[in-house]
C-alpha cells in the first residue's frame, strides 16, 4: 500500500503535528493549568512525564493518520482493508484535526504530483500565454494567433489522436525561440527545466553524422522516457533544417496518427515544435511585396504566406526537412510563418530589454539602439536583418 521511501520523512512530519499545542490529548491526561507546580528540581518530571505521554501518544496514532495522509494523496494505492486504518481504542479522529492533515498534504504537494490537475508540474496557463503572445512578442499576428489557437485547442481535446506538431519558419531574431520558450513557461510550472519539457538543438546534440544511429536510439528513447513520466510533454527542435535525415525519420512515427482501437485515455498529450530558418527569405518577399502593394502589415494572412513558404521548404536542396516524411505526409499540422520585423518593432524590443533589467530608459536611447541594426533590401531599408536578435546586449552601451 505505502511508497516506502515517502514514509519515514512524513511520519516525523505527522509527529511534530501532532505535537503541536492542542493537536491530540489523551483521555484521562491531565492539562497543565494555571499556576501549577513551576519547573523546577521537583518541576521537571511531570513536564517530561507529560512529554512522554504525548510522543507516546503521537507514536500510536501515527499509522492511523499516515494511512489516511497517503488515502488523501495516493488513493489508488490505499488499503482497502479497513481494520489497517482502524482507531486505537481511547482516540477519536477528530483529536488531530482535518486541518493538520490539510496543511500537510498542501505542504507535500507543492513539490510533489498531486494537484488537482494530476500533475502540479503541468499548469497549461492560456490566459498567461494569451498576454504574452499579445504583449511580449511584436510584429508576429500571424503567428500569434495561430499558435495560441493549435496549441489550447490540442490540450483542451478530450482525447486527441495524434501528438501536434508545429514548424515555425522565419529569419533569425523573429521570435521562433521566443515563442518556443514562453509555450514551455506557461505550460509548465518549471518552463524549460520542466522534466516534461525537452530541447535538441541540431548541431549541438547531434553533431556527427557518423554517430546517426546512436543519435536515433537515444533520442527515441528520451521522448519515450519523457512521455512514461509526464501525461503532457513538449520537445522543441532548435536548427530544424540541420536534423539528419535519419533523425527525422526516426521521429516520423512519433508524430503519427494512433490506432483508435488501442487509443488508451491516459495517453500521454504531446507537442512537437520545430524551429528553423527555412523559408525566411521567401515570407520575407512575400510580404514585401504586399507591403509595397499598398498593403497593411496588420492584414496580411496565412493565405497570403503559406503557399509559398511552404513550396520553398519543399523544394529546398539545402536540408532533408523539406524531403522527409514529416513534411511529405503531413506529420506536422502547421507551418507557422515568422515575420520580418521593422523599426518599430526593434525599438518594443530594446523597450522590453531595458524593463526586463529594471533600467530607466529614454525615447531617444531606443532610438539609437533601433538605428544600430542593420536594415534590408538596400533600397528600401525596411526589415531588421537580424530582427531583435543582440538587443539586450546592445543596452549596456546606454547604461550610466
Known amino acids: 500500500m505505502l511508497r516506502g521511501p515517502r514514509r519515514p520523512l512524513v511520519h516525523c512530519l505527522l509527529l511534530l503535528l501532532l505535537l503541536l499545542p492542542g493537536a491530540c490529548e489523551h483521555r484521562g491526561a491531565a492539562r497543565p493549568r494555571e499556576g501549577s507546580e513551576q519547573p523546577g528540581a521537583g518541576g521537571r518530571w511531570p513536564a517530561f512525564q507529560g512529554l512522554k505521554e504525548r510522543l507516546s501518544a503521537a507514536g500510536a496514532l501515527s499509522a492511523r493518520y499516515w494511512a489516511l495522509f497517503s488515502c488523501q494523496l495516493w488513493p489508488e494505492d490505499c488499503d482497502k482493508d479497513e481494520d489497517a486504518v482502524a482507531e486505537p481504542p481511547g482516540w477519536n479522529l477528530h483529536l488531530l484535526g482535518q486541518q493538520y492533515l490539510d496543511i500537510l498534504t498542501t505542504w507535500y504537494c507543492s513539490f510533489q504530483d498531486c494537484c488537482d490537475s494530476g500533475d502540479c508540474r503541468i499548469s497549461n496557463n492560456f490566459t498567461g500565454l494569451e498576454w504574452d ?95 512514461q513520466r509526464c501525461r503532457q510533454t513538449l520537445f522543441i527542435f532548435d536548427e530544424a533544417e540541420k536534423l539528419h535525415p535519419g533523425l527525422l525519420e526516426a521521429l516520423a512515427p512519433h508524430l503519427e496518427r494512433w490506432d483508435p482501437q488501442g487509443l488508451k485515455a491516459e495517453s500521454p498529450r504531446t507537442i512537437f515544435i520545430f524551429l528553423s530558418n527555412l523559408g525566411g527569405n521567401i515570407i520575407n518577399e512575400v510580404v514585401l511585396n504586399l507591403l509595397k502593394g499598398g498593403q497593411s502589415r496588420e492584414d496580411i494572412t496565412m493565405e497570403h504566406l503559406e503557399p509559398h513558404f511552404q513550396a520553398e521548404i519543399l523544394e529546398s536542396t539545402d536540408s532533408g ?38 533600467l530607466p530608459y529614454t525615447e531617444a536611447a531606443l532610438d539609437e539602439i533601433a538605428k544600430m541594426m542593420v536594415y534590408v533590401p538596400k533600397e528600401e531599408q525596411l526589415f531588421s536583418s537580424q530582427g531583435c536578435k543582440s538587443i539586450s546586449q546592445r543596452i549596456n552601451y546606454f547604461l550610466p
Not at 538543438?201 to 536510439?217: G, R
Not at 526537412?321 to 518594443?348: A, N
Open 133 to 227: 503572445l499579445r504583449v511580449r512578442l511584436h510584429g508576429q499576428h500571424v503567428a500569434r494567433e495561430l499558435v495560441l489557437r493549435t496549441v489550447r485547442g490540442h490540450l483542451e481535446t478530450p482525447r486527441p489522436d495524434k501528438a501536434l506538431a508545429l514548424s515555425f519558419h522565419g529569419w533569425s531574431g523573429t521570435g521562433k525561440n521566443f515563442v518556443a520558450r514562453m509555450l514551455a513557461e506557461n505550460l509548465y510550472r518549471d518552463g524549460l527545466e520542466s522534466d516534461c519539457v525537452k530541447v535538441f538543438i541540431a548541431m549541438l546534440h547531434f553533431p556527427h553524422p557518423k554517430y546517426v544511429e546512436l543519435y536515433e536510439e537515444r533520442l527515441t528513447g528520451q521522448i519515450r522516457e519523457t512521455q
Open 321 to 358: 526537412f523539406g524531403r522527409s516524411r514529416l513534411v511529405k505526409e503531413s506529420l506536422i499540422d502547421f507551418f507557422v510563418p515568422f515575420l520580418p520585423l521593422e523599426y518599430r518593432h526593434v525599438r518594443l524590443c530594446a523597450r522590453d530589454a531595458f524593463l526586463s533589467q529594471e
